[in-house]
């Protein structure tokens, strides 16, 4: 019969690339916990109108890139993304009565039906961070810090941090009118698929890759010019305290990202030995109006998400540890099966790392198989009784088989 295979897009999870992600998932929780920020998982699925209003009917990833299932009377969505899922739990569980900003973290997998490439996957995982209740600059500058410093952390290498503003919604839409005026003049220069969007994402002509449509964007208006004095202020004021904290950035007036929600600060960190397709690492940006999008309060927030994939792929592997192992407990003849069962059983409830022959293997097989797992004492049960040999220094005891385990902290 023909072989099932893992779907396009999707890969599985095992040896060294497990360890890797443990370690990106430590060194979240420190940079996080550190700054406040609580963990939380929400549901693999939401009602598929959170997404459609949260991320906005008119991206990418709600038009062409939602795993959407029809349920009862109701749609659900692979979430895409874990904003508008940290909003929702936010609105849900009250967490407006907290002390503000609610800061909360999360390592979770998500789904868009992309084309599979490189650093591209139909599930993949993020780490992410909102911080939801406040529209000071310090929390913009401070979320901006964490992933910079996570990032650090992992030895992704050299990134560039790069930083616009979007200003209000309303701000924008005299803009966008501005730049559809703009792509219009110039419509038979764009690409086909840019044209046919001048009026649902005018701004996603700045993230073309067609040199037609790129010539016409070199020209085209920038909002960061339009916005008003109080956005320019806030956005001052993020860029004063990144400066005070030495963070280098660069304001790139052309920056856009897949969704929606974004108003005011947008950042990300691109890795500068990944390829461009491929180089963002992870960014993010403040969304003052989300809560508000999704049936809420007026409610400011500020957060980013960075890919577990990318930044292993721009990290260099680590050299993992195996994991350790104190004791290996073989048997010379299958009738002292259950006496070693019991004896390795016994160990690992009193805290040591401890394993027993399951192959069958004959005593020459066993004590091989013990070398290569890397066990420091293997407990050899025979007719004669019990030994403990100490595979560091070679030497062989036979011990009361009551005291394996005082041998193994004691030593032989
Ligand atoms: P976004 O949620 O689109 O802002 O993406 C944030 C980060 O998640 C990106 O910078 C990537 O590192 C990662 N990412 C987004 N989409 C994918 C994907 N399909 N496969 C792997 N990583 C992704």
């Known amino acids: 019969m023909a072989r099932i295979q893992a779907p396009r897009g999707t890969y599985d999870v095992l040896g060294d690339m497990a360890l890797a992600r443990e370690r990106v998932e430590r060194e979240a929780a420190a940079v996080l916990v550190r700054a406040g920020y609580a963990r939380i998982e929400t549901p693999t699925f939401e009602a598929t109108e959170l997404f459609a209003r949260g991320v906005g009917e008119a991206t990418d990833v709600v038009q062409k890139e939602m795993y959407t299932l029809e349920e009862g009377d109701g749609s659900i969505t692979l979430r895409p993304e874990g904003t508008a899922p940290v909003c929702r739990a936010y609105l849900e569980h009250g967490m407006h009565k907290l002390p503000q900003p609610v800061k909360l973290w999360y390592l979770s997998s998500f789904f868009r039906r992309e084309r599979p490439q490189a650093g591209r996957y139909r599930q993949f995982w993020q780490v992410g961070a909102e ?78 890759k067609h040199p037609g449509t790129q010539r016409v964007m070199e020209r085209a208006p920038r909002l960061l010019d339009r916005l008003p004095a109080e956005d320019l202020e806030h956005f001052a004021a993020v860029r004063g305290m990144l400066d005070d904290a030495g963070l280098a950035y660069e304001v790139d007036t052309t920056l856009v990202r897949g969704l929606d929600y974004y108003t005011r600060t947008l950042f990300e960190y691109q890795s500068s030995t990944l390829e461009a397709a491929q180089n963002t690492l ?131």
């Open 282 to 412: 992870g960014g993010g940006g403040r969304y003052d109006r989300l809560v508000e999008q999704i049936g809420g309060p007026a409610t400011p927030g500020m957060g980013w998400a960075a890919g577990v994939e990318r930044m292993l792929m721009a990290a260099p592997p680590q050299p993992v540890a195996p994991p350790p192992l104190e004791l290996y407990v073989a048997y010379a003849k299958p009738e002292l099966r259950s006496a070693a069962f019991l004896l390795a059983a016994d160990a690992r409830r009193a805290g040591h790392p401890a394993r027993l022959e399951l192959g069958g293997r004959s005593l020459k097989g066993q004590l091989k198989q013990a070398d290569r797992a890397g066990a420091r004492y293997v407990a050899i049960l025979g007719d004669e009784g019990t030994s403990l040999k100490d595979m560091e220094t070679g030497e062989q005891k036979t011990v009361e088989s009551g005291t394996v385990m005082h041998h193994i902290t004691q030593g032989l």
């Open 131 to 208: 911080a939801i209740g406040s529209d000071d600059p310090a929390v913009d500058a401070e979320s901006i810090l964490l992933l910079g410093e996570l990032l650090e952390r992992l030895g992704t290498g050299a990134v560039r941090l790069v930083i616009a503003s979007l200003g209000s919604p309303e701000a924008r839409a005299d803009y966008r009118e501005e730049l559809k005026a703009h792509l219009r003049a110039h419509e038979d220069e764009l690409s086909e698929e840019v044209r046919d969007r001048i009026d649902l994402n005018p701004l996603r002509a700045f993230d073309a």
